[in-house]
């Protein structure tokens, strides 16, 4: 993970330091990880970070936070 940039911290999180999704990028891929937990991360490609923007944007994981 030596070619990644910077970690940017999305719009949506609050002000909390550890309360936060982060987002990098490799040539490649794209890297998301939660701030609380930095070690973990998931990889994946820009074509699959866009389907699940799409997924949950249209509420298809909703039914998960009940």
């Known amino acids: 993970m030596s070619d990644i940039q910077h ?8 002000d909390a330091a550890n309360n ?15 701030s609380d937990e930095p070690q973990t991360v998931i990889t994946m490609t820009p074509a699959a970070l866009r389907a699940l923007t799409r997924a949950v944007r249209a509420g298809r994981f909703d039914q998960l936070s009940r």
Not at 22 to 33: H, I, K, N, S, W
């Open 20 to 34: 936060c999704v982060e987002l990098a990028r490799t040539p490649d891929t794209v890297l998301l990880r939660e």
């Open 7 to 14: 970690w940017r911290k999305s719009s949506y999180s609050g």
